[in-house]
């Protein structure tokens, strides 16, 4: 499985970073610098024009491009790259004070000020056509250029709008989604309170100040943002497509964003790029950052079905707006650098290349301080970073192949998020999902994440933590998978409610009833204060219950563990229900992460599921593999502040790439390993060893 390079012009891991010269052009010496430490940090791709409308656009219709083609033409004389951007994510001051309607308006109505970034009307006929222009513009300019890699629409699209041309839009957008005002209120149940539409002009977007306790249309409203979103990067897209069509088009995800729908907006780019920014040495440990922050670069892998993605930023030093804003300790940058790298990551990006003067982010870590030399442990970290990935080209578009998928979708979170009835305090779907994701991760077991509308079919399992919404066809698919042979896992909060967020009648977990062989009952919420257990016989163990459990009735499935207090004790609490070939499992109850590992691992050794390496990994240690179908690629890391030993499966001859020594194909450069590998603090080891052919 080998995917080609973003783009045949660089067949390496890509190395570099924001980089802002449009704000240093009155210093000088500084464009000069920066070359010769671009090159003392093997950095190879550096992204550039992200926030510099005002640099290219002074004023309205006068043009300033000569800064840009000097850096440009720079970067092809010294065999450097763009990561070309629009900068559509900050318009500039004349643009707010001429047309006032490209900025937002608020909830509550008010027109926002100039300022900020992503402030912007979506819908507003001038910000799209001056984006149109300006975009046209570049890709004009630069479509023959060598240093031309990639374009990165904007940055980080986020936010809504409530201007007058927003909500028509929306209007618009439910009017050709149900056809009538008749199947609008049925699926919104707005005979509730009394609050039926009888003409469309009645309909406003959700407000503290107005409507906000129809589900249907906050659900619905989410929907159309991520839409309007889709579309206004379309818009910006479209010109770079037209003038540009070889060269690849992305804009930078932010991991599980509450506000837009990421599988949907994937489907628009060319590749999926997103910026990481880890809490680690938090309280939370290192090992629960790193399963953190697998579960997101498995995330941004699937978006495309396994097509490798970009880290486009992170920080090689601080992120100044944590609460805490910690310092790297040694080994962690190489380390988490890297296992972007091991999770698909085709390149390793920074914010920032230098630091800027001022604003809110002069204190935010960058590859050049202050100081402005490569003389900073930071600096030696990143350079130590380049050396490692020139060594790695035989890794560029490698593949991962999962036997475990597991479930996370925007529109379950989205409903979620407003039912009320369950847990209130303790809804936790992420804190849920990376519960599960982590059993796998510390097992070094790879993993897909996918949507209710992703192929279930080419999995062995299947893990749907707290699918609470079950849209048209997915109950069906998930019976198929299961009646071929495969394995199911649901939870508590599960199928309760359709599409439309309306409870399905005829007993919860609605059409997941017949594949799990149960009927939840009803749903009882835990104080924090409060602990139940299960009894697990086949394990021989007991489990606490935190904060939520169902009080089911096994139909056909057979009762695995029962509860043992309150007035549900006996009832089951963990099923299994054999349907056709394959089966699916129930767990009824919320739980410390205890029964998560000890579940999963025993359906690991069962199901026999595929690992990056088949041994049993220390505490904190994990392991990841990429392959091309000849060569496998296995990534060991170790998340902790201590030295690690993992024992080598025997009778696999390993070998090693030398991380640091800079060769055409790590295969070729590869050593024999054998017995016992050895992890520094934070180390990270790179093992070769021929594909296993699953």
Known sequence: MRYPPVNPKCPHLLHGGDWNPDQWRDVPGILDEDFRLMDLAHANAMSVGIFAWSALEPEEGRYDFGWLDEVMDRLAKTGKFAVLATPSGARPAWMAQTYPEVLR????????????????????????????????????????????????????????????????????????????????????????????????????PPSPIGENTVHGLKLDWKRFVTAQTIGFFENEAAPLREVTPDVPITTNFMG??????????????????????????????????????????DLNRSLKGGKPFLLMESTPSVTNWHGVPKLKRPGMHLLSSLQAVAHGSDSVQYFQWRKSRGSSEKLHGAVVDHVGTEDTRVFRDVAEVGAALAGLDAVVGTGVRPEVALLYDWENRWALDDAQ?????????DATILKHYEAFWSRGVPVDVVSEDGDFSTYRLLVAPMLYMVRPGVAERIEAFVAAGGTFVATYWSGFVGESDLCFLGGFPGPLRRVLGIWDEESDALYDEDEGHVKVAAMGKTYAVKHACDLIRAETAEALATYDADFYAGRPALTANRFGQGRAY??????????????????????????????????????????????????????????????????????????????????????????????????VRVLTRAHAGR
């Open 105 to 204: 308006v608020d909830a509550e109505g008010r027109r926002q000020h100039f300022g900020e970034r992503h402030n912007h009307c979506f819908t507003s006929p001038v910000y799209r056509a001056k984006t149109r222009e300006m975009n046209r513009r570049l890709a004009e300019r630069y479509r023959a250029h060598p240093a031309l890699l990639l374009w990165h629409v904007s940055n980080e699209f986020n936010g809504e709008c409530h201007c007058p041309l927003c909500r028509e839009a929306f209007r618009d957008w439910l009017k050709a989604r149900y056809g009538s005002l008749g199947a609008l209120n049925a699926a919104w149940w707005t005979s509730f309170w009394s609050h039926a539409y009888s003409d469309w002009s009645q309909v406003e």
């Open 256 to 297: 599980t964003f509450p506000g837009l729908d990421y599988f949907r907006f994937a489907e628009h780019v060319d590749v999926v790029s997103w910026d990481n920014y880890p809490f680690w040495h938090s309280p939370a440990g290192d090992a629960a950052i790193g399963a953190l922050t697998g579960f997101l670069h």
């Open 421 to 429: 009835g369950l847990n209130n305090a303790h809804k936790d779907y």
């Open 586 to 683: 129930f767990i009824a109850f919320r739980n410390n992460q205890d029964f998560e590992s000890d579940f999963y691992g025993d359906l690991v050794a069962e199901l026999g599921l595929l690992r990056a390496l088949d041994v049993e990994l220390p505490a904190g240690v994990t392991a990841q593999m990429r392959t091309d179908g000849e060569t496998d690629f296995v990534f060991v890391m170790n998340f902790t502040a201590e030295v690690k030993a993992v024992a080598l499966p025997e009778g696999t001859r390993y070998g090693e790439a030398p991380l640091g020594a800079v060769r055409a194909a790590v295969v070729d450069a590869a050593s024999p390993v054998a017995g016992t590998l050895s992890l520094a603090p934070y180390g």
